[in-house]
């Protein structure tokens, strides 16, 4: 597959250009402070009163870490000040308790995710006490159904920590990894031992983690495909089930924190593209499904096996294997989704305290989709997550007639089918192999608000 996949340089470099990750459709960009605390709640009644109650879904944020990495875009707090941290989670406790006197009591939680920042900044006693909050609050899913995920620096912690989260119920784990070379590490300000990294792997397979992924960038400083072979070497001697292989987006502009790092260090935009050819087919050598976007699987994964099944979904951790829940997001920036409507907390830890602390939900912004944006919302979601649409499947959910409705998009993507990147008739559009790299091109022209001028100054690059 990759073989097919990426060879040609030249569509590479054609189609390298700025666009939206869809991570959601309207993407951040759309939302607005129309949209606040009261609409929210509107949202949520709307949603207690479905005919089949949805599961529920909740992402913590927490933007705690004890060091900068350059390459980091993430909203963070750099401090050791571990005060901060405990009065964080006493605000998130008092969230909590505001977002579950919303919610009807037959929505059981089968989904948690922590992301930050840091989550294993966090003691494990305030992880504990985080969980059982929640638990207190919210009814759980049964064990079985549950997918608990945290996303760990194996800086902070070791074969004792993972023990204590297989214990609090977490069952799958991604890892910080991005490049194990010395040289690069010191460049992005990120020094980890391959051993530690892969004593935490290995614990977490023996307490019955059922998912471990690791994150690795490509186009960071020093890289050089040498090194990043490397990298791949000691990589698959761990075997995780997912690897996500994220593209360095350096904007300096928009992220101070980048700025650390010199231009002059960069690989060039040639050698970027080798980082990622050689990168990926050897991950196709070492058995693992591209999934789409950054993110590939090993066959037994319930990723690949959404993959397969066509019930993949993208939100914003990335890709996910459950459509059907409505998302609560918690904490400073934190994004939700209930029903067709997307929510963002406010972005300041100090924002998010003192709404909280004077009983308010700290909505900060978001969006009330319109039936053109559940409509393209669809039609993206088909193409980044099955590499087809079905416009017979589309019309029966929407009441369009596809063709006539998309006319000026299809047109837009015929210099792609001509490339070989995807094949358009009367009833379908279907990525094909050699496409599948290009998804978010694919996607691009269903996206109404999408303009080049505002694509170049919000998005990264495609590739």
Same mark, same amino acid.
């Given at each position: ?260 790092? #010199?231009?002059?260090? $960069?690989? =060039? /935009?040639?050698?970027?593209? %080798? +980082? ?8 196709? &050598? ?12 090993? #066959?037994?994964?319930? $990723?690949? =096996? /959404?993959?397969?099944?066509? %019930? +993949? ?8 294997? &459950? ?141």
């Amino acid at each position: 597959m990759a073989d097919r996949l990426l060879l040609d340089r030249t569509l590479l470099r054609r189609y390298d250009v700025t666009g939206p990750r869809y991570t959601s459709y309207p993407t951040a960009a759309q939302f607005t402070e129309a949209f606040d605390a009261g609409r929210y709640r509107e949202r949520v009644a709307w949603s207690n009163d479905d005919p089949i109650p949805r599961p529920l879904s909740l992402y913590v944020h927490v933007p705690f870490c004890r060091t900068v990495c350059f390459y980091c875009a993430c909203n963070k707090v750099i401090t050791a000040n571990y005060r901060r941290a405990s009065d964080y989670l006493a605000r998130l406790i008092d969230e909590l308790d505001l977002q579950a006197a919303l919610f009807a009591d037959d929505r059981p939680v089968e989904q948690l995710h922590l992301g930050g920042g840091t989550p294993t900044y966090l003691s494990d006693g305030d992880l504990a006490t985080l969980i059982d909050a929640i638990a207190q609050r919210f009814p759980m899913a049964a064990p079985a159904r549950r997918e608990f995920s945290i996303e760990v620096d194996p800086r902070t912690v070791d074969r004792e920590r993972i023990r204590n989260l297989a214990a609090l119920g977490f069952n799958r784990l991604s890892l910080g990894v991005q490049d194990f070379d010395a040289d690069v590490q010191k460049a992005i300000n990120r020094v980890q031992g391959v051993q530690a990294t892969a004593d935490i792997v290995e614990e977490a397979r023996h307490q019955g983690f059922h998912s471990i992924n690791l994150d690795l960038m490509y186009g960071l400083p020093l890289q050089t495909p040498e090194r990043l072979s490397q990298t791949l070497d000691a990589v698959m001697t761990m075997r995780p089930d997912r690897i996500a292989l994220y593209n360095y987006a350096h904007m300096p502009q928009m992220f101070r924190i980048q700025r650390q790092i #010199p231009d002059a260090s $960069l690989p =060039a /935009a040639e050698m970027k593209l %080798t +980082l990622l050819i050689e990168a990926m087919q050897r991950l196709s &050598r070492e058995g693992y499904h591209y999934i789409g976007m950054d993110h590939f699987a090993l #066959p037994g994964d319930a $990723l690949a =096996a /959404a993959a397969d099944e066509g %019930t +993949l979904h993208r939100n914003f951790q990335g890709y996910a294997t &459950r459509p059907d829940l409505d998302l609560i997001g918690l904490g400073a920036s934190s994004i939700g989704q209930i029903g067709d409507a997307f929510s963002q907390n406010v972005r300041d830890p100090a924002g998010h305290d003192a709404a909280v602390s004077a009983g308010e939900l700290p909505i900060w912004r978001g969006v009330a989709l319109t039936a053109d944006d559940c409509l393209r919302r669809d039609v993206i979601q088909a193409v980044m997550c099955r590499g087809r649409v079905d416009y017979a499947a589309i019309e029966a959910r929407h009441p369009i007639e596809f063709t006539d409705y998309f006319r000026d998009a299809l047109v837009e993507l015929e210099p792609l089918a001509v490339d070989g990147l995807l094949t358009m008739d009367h009833a379908s559009l279907q990525v094909t192999e050699r496409g599948r790299l290009f998804l978010r091109n694919v996607a691009m022209p269903f996206d109404a608000y999408l303009t080049a001028g505002r694509a170049e100054r919000r998005f990264s690059r495609v590739i």
